[in-house]
């Protein structure tokens, strides 16, 4: 049974086709399934920039800047956590487990994250996927061009994130700090997360429709939004970090999209 409401409101139509396609909707598919949240279409800047007044460079992947326009989809109100991934998978890899369900899910490779959504579609019968870069970052930026959600001042930071200086050195349960302005919790900070695109070492080329950057064969992968275990600027919204498709780790984790009809 699909669970659909309003964030703004629970009205008669809650459970409708419409509202549930509606911009800032929440919904789940099934009563275990995760809270998604719909992303209203737009058109962003995508990638950094200098910043003169603290005296920052971008990497070079990082650049050069693009606009990029993404249709609407849903995405994760949270990290995937233990409790979901276990519901899931059958078993619980993470390294963390304090007895607390909504840790969220970490050690998992960009293999077995794939492995997750195809195995939560078909439970459902829905599109579940990895986020693309591009999703993946107009989400986090939601709507701003500052390099964090609500802007540049690294001091607010902490209001929003778990991060090297606030974590206590471990993760933290999801959905403790301030979400964005999508209504999305822990895009900066507590696990980084993994999305669908291959790297590539610039921008050069790369799609402006929201699309991923597919190579044939194996290629390295990237996750984003930083981690307990990192310093403030790893987790700006246009940060870019890579590693191998079976690379596992305790601070990588994972969100999931999905497709919209």
């Known amino acids: 049974m699909k669970i659909i409401c309003s964030l703004a409101t629970i009205s008669l139509l809650c459970g409708s086709p419409v509202l549930a396609q509606s911009p800032g909707t929440l ?3 099934c009563s275990s399934c995760p809270e ?23 990497a070079p992947d990082e650049m050069p800047q693009r606009q990029v326009t993404v249709g609407s989809f849903a995405l994760g109100k949270n990290e995937v ?5 276990l519901s899931i ?8 487990r304090d007895g607390t369900a909504n840790l969220p899910a970490e050690t998992v490779s960009w293999n077995e994250a794939q492995v997750f959504v195809q195995k939560l579609s078909v439970l459902t ?10 999703e993946w970052e107009y989400a986090a930026r939601a709507g701003s061009a500052a390099m964090f ?21 471990h993760i933290h349960a999801v959905g403790q700090k301030l979400p964005n302005a999508f209504g999305l919790y822990d895009m900066h900070g507590n696990v980084w997360e993994w999305v669908e695109d291959c790297y590539q070492s610039t921008y050069e080329g790369a799609p402006t429709d929201g699309s991923a950057i597919q190579k044939e064969g194996h290629c390295q992968r ?40």
């Open 125 to 134: 019968g829905e599109q579940y996927r990895l986020p693309t870069e591009a």
């Open 36 to 58: 998604m949240v719909v992303i209203p279409a737009g058109t962003f800047v995508m990638g950094a920039k200098p910043i003169l007044s603290i005296n920052f460079t971008p």
């Open 222 to 261: 990237n996750n984003r939004g930083g981690a307990w275990i990192n310093s403030a600027l790893n987790l700006r919204s246009d940060h870019r970090h890579r590693m191998g498709a079976g690379s596992r780790g305790i601070f990588i984790g994972l969100r999931v999209a999905k497709t919209l009809p």
């Open 27 to 29: 919904f789940k598919d």
């Open 81 to 85: 956590t233990q409790e979901l991934w």
């Open 149 to 169: 959600s609500f802007g540049d001042d690294v001091k607010e930071l902490g209001r929003y994130a778990w991060f090297g200086e606030n974590s206590g050195g």
């Open 89 to 96: 998978m059958g078993e619980n890899s993470s390294d963390y």
